[in-house]
């Protein structure tokens, strides 16, 4: 049974910085894809950012790149998504999820298995 458990949200001021992580466990993740996403009130979920557990390949949302960094530690089964420059936009439930068949991929529908999500919130 995969079990994915995130942490390290909380509230934040704009232009602060906040460490998301992603425990994974229940099965071996080498042929993976793990990805972050995140709903904010009012709105559909959305892509933030991926990674393929093996190659460290990585693809992020437009509205992030160059501030959001995803990262996995390949030994300790954890996926981190280093959140800097945050914006009260970024407020919302974030979102780890796993994805079988490995390439990185954007959409919901590509992705097996969620977490129960944690809260962002950034204030201005």
């Known amino acids: 049974q995969v079990q994915l458990v995130e942490s390290g949200g909380g509230l934040v001021q704009a232009g602060g910085s906040l460490r998301l992580s992603c425990a994974a466990s229940?099965?071996?993740?080498?042929?993976?894809?793990m990805g972050w996403f995140r709903q904010a009130p009012g709105k559909e979920r959305e892509f933030v950012a991926a990674?393929?557990?093996?190659?460290?390949?990585?693809h992020y949302a437009d509205s992030v790149k160059g501030r959001f960094a995803i990262s996995r530690d390949y030994a300790g089964n954890t996926v981190y998504l280093q959140m800097n420059s945050l914006k009260p936009d970024d407020t919302a439930v974030y979102y780890c999820?796993?994805?079988?068949?490995?390439?990185?991929?954007?959409?919901?529908?590509?992705?097996?298995?969620w977490g129960q999500g944690t809260q962002v919130t950034v204030s201005s």
């Open positions: 999820a796993a994805d079988r068949f490995g390439p990185v991929r954007t959409t919901e529908r590509a992705y097996d298995y």
């Open positions: 229940g099965r071996t993740f080498s042929g993976y894809a």
């Open positions: 990674i393929n557990w093996y190659y460290g390949s990585t």
